[in-house]
């Protein structure tokens, strides 16, 4: 049906609003469900100082919300001006506003509250003998019981505004969002204790995982955080999460990155904190993706817990009045600072590990699930460098095996994906007869993914570690071998080898895509390619990348153009480099069906050992499982 315009509208004078529907204006942008509610009075609890924040919910939020706290509670003759608009006790000047640490600053919250709800506010200081309760609505003031803190009441959420009240959803869909509101806040401060009841009936509770003395603390503090992310999200995160510390410049990077195997088909486990305070921003959205870039399958997402730590300067948090949203000063420097630093805890191989126990076992040692003696390095020298310390050493000790016949490595890359050059009866049988043979720098049961057994179908590699059996897919585990080389190779590079088109392939383009092309001239031609104006509408691919001479020169470039449109040209050339070399690694690894003698297998092994992300190949599908000796005795009923 088409919307017929009505008659043209009567003037009407200008005139100022009256202050009650400006804050139900405001209520629009602050107040969007329950869970905002939420979150911006357990915002004020914390900046209160409160050691246990309680929040009592009926109907999912809708009929009531009830937030408790034991901070340093309001001044009596200060709760009245509390409600009223933009009144604050957290910032006084500009200098404080560019400056904040606090989780509220802009005194909107309550009035815009109090405007679609019925508010009572209970409060109590140290000085006060007794607690004084006022209503919002009515502005009586009368004494009440309660220790010191402060209890903020929100019935019938939206009851002055019906149309707001329908878009709401049912009240278990509201309540998860609740739940979600708190467990934000719960994973930035293990120094609070968090309780959510619903309907008279506890949900979750989170005790205080850090002493108050122990608050300065960064190691305490550290393991404090870890121990609260297990308590909130599981142990299955913790035990499929890595450890991340990282420092570039100003910005400090810290938390746990999933591992690729954890990824889910949902974005709802990606929390990024900046300064303590829940943030989704596409800066660290896309840098914390770009990191998982060519170790995930498919489309499926990364989980992460990452906090950030700078100059309160360097990042303005008055960007949307939910304070959900922030904008960098150097948003160039965060993201790469969020990259390598995800990067860097992904990059040690899993193998690894000791005896690839799972994560549970670095937690730190106090709490249920830590084990003693454990207590990460976070000290600030534990930021330093992208190399993991396990993979530095297994480099300097990577074995390689000589051949007894032939003259040369048969770990070397040309070995494994060229023309076999071993005679038929050289055998690598000898790796098992004591003193003959390869020689090792270390003993085989010192080898994470141990030693080679068998070829099964010139597909998987059978091996035996101290743990069990190790099956590795040899195509999938020597791609990922190429491409870390090409790319090592590549970073010494200027520009990649690019093909001359015969006949340049023109395209009706976007003003947007011209102008890319105009200013990204030299971005493009180190990634191989020259695209130049056609006309003031068209532009012309006159060369690509050689190893991508046969595909589709205009989608190509339009590719390209526009992620140089969205991201820094430096993102982008590493990801379309990354993209040619994957590609070309595909195709040069050791393909199914190519016998390899137990030589070969074991230097593959070997390769994988002190090869970053070799857990996954460039697909981000897995290189090789492990089969426990437990898993194995199960599989034929021993010991039943």
Aim: aromatic residues 4%; charged residues 25%.
């Amino acid at each position: 049906m088409v919307r017929v315009p009505s008659d043209p509208p009567s003037r009407r004078p200008i005139r100022e609003l009256p202050d009650t529907l400006i804050s139900q204006i405001a209520a629009g942008e602050v107040v969007e469900r329950p869970a905002s509610v939420v979150r911006e009075l357990v915002d004020n609890a914390l900046d209160a100082g409160a050691a246990q924040v309680t929040v009592r919910l009926l109907a999912g939020g809708v009929r009531l919300i009830a937030v408790e706290d034991d901070g340093l509670g309001i001044a009596r003759d200060e709760l009245a001006l509390a409600l009223r608009r933009h009144a604050t006790s957290k910032v006084g000047s500009l200098e404080e506003l560019e400056s904040v640490a606090t989780m509220g600053f802009r005194g909107e919250a309550l009035a815009a509250i109090a405007s679609v709800s019925e508010l009572a506010l209970l409060s109590r200081t140290a000085g006060e003998a007794l607690a004084f309760s006022l209503d919002a609505h009515s502005g009586e003031l009368r004494p009440a019981a309660r220790s010191q803190g402060t209890t903020v009441e929100v019935k019938e959420l939206f009851f002055a505004t019906p149309a707001r009240r329908k878009f709401l959803k049912s009240d278990a869909t509201e309540l998860a969002h609740c739940l979600q509101a708190v467990r934000r806040h719960a994973l930035a401060r293990p120094d609070v204790g968090f309780a959510v009841w619903h309907e008279g009936r506890l949900l979750e509770q989170w005790r205080p995982a850090l002493a108050a003395a122990q608050r300065g603390d960064e190691a305490a503090w550290q393991a404090a955080l870890a121990r609260r992310l297990a308590d909130v999200l599981g142990e299955d995160f913790v035990r499929d999460a890595v450890a991340v510390r990282h420092r570039l410049g100003p910005v400090t990077v810290t938390g746990h990155a999933g591992l690729p195997d954890a990824a889910r088909s949902r974005a709802d486990q990606q929390f990024c904190y900046v300064n303590g305070r829940f943030v989704r921003d596409r800066v660290l959205a896309h840098a914390a993706r770009s990191a998982y870039e060519d170790v995930l399958h498919g489309q499926r997402q990364p989980v992460y817990v990452l906090h950030l730590e700078m100059d309160p300067q360097r990042v303005d948090v008055n960007v949307h009045p939910t304070k959900i949203e922030v904008r960098f000063r150097d948003s160039r420097e965060v993201h790469q600072a969020v990259r390598q630093a995800v990067e860097s805890a992904l990059a040690a191989p899993r193998s690894q590990a000791a005896d690839t126990q799972p994560m549970q076992a670095q937690l730190p040692a106090a709490g249920p699930l830590a084990n003693p003696g454990t207590t990460p390095d976070i000290s600030p020298e534990g930021f330093e460098g992208n190399t993991h310390p396990a993979l530095a050493q297994q480099r300097q000790s990577a074995i390689y095996f000589e051949s007894p016949t032939a003259g040369h490595k048969v770990s070397d890359l040309e070995a494994l994906w060229g023309p076999a050059s071993h005679p038929a009866g050289a055998i690598a049988d000898r790796a098992s007869v004591p003193g003959d043979g390869p020689v090792a720098a270390s003993e085989p049961g010192d080898w994470p993914l141990g030693r080679a057994v068998a070829q099964l179908h010139g597909i998987y590699i059978l091996a035996e570690n101290a743990r069990g059996l190790v099956v590795v897919d040899m195509h999938a585990a020597h791609e990922r071998i190429v491409y870390e080389r090409l790319k090592a190779q590549a970073d010494s590079a200027t520009r990649l080898a690019s093909q001359p088109l015969l006949i340049p392939a023109t395209f009706a383009a976007t003003p947007e895509e011209v102008a890319t092309a105009e200013t990204c001239g030299a971005a493009l031609e180190q990634l191989g390619l020259e695209v130049v104006p056609f006309s003031p509408r068209t532009l012309a691919v006159r060369s690509v990348p050689m190893a991508l001479a046969q595909g589709n020169a205009v989608e190509l470039a339009r590719s390209v153009l526009a992620e140089l449109a969205a991201y820094e040209a430096s993102t982008v050339l590493q990801r379309a480099r990354d993209e040619i070399l994957a590609t070309m690694a595909c195709h040069g690894a050791v393909r199914a069906n190519r016998r390899l003698t137990l030589e070969e297998m074991n230097a593959l092994l070997r390769q994988m050992e002190a090869t970053e992300r070799s857990d996954q190949c460039n697909h981000g599908r897995p290189t090789w499982r492990q089969l426990s000796l437990k898993e194995l005795d199960a599989l034929f009923l021993r010991g039943r």
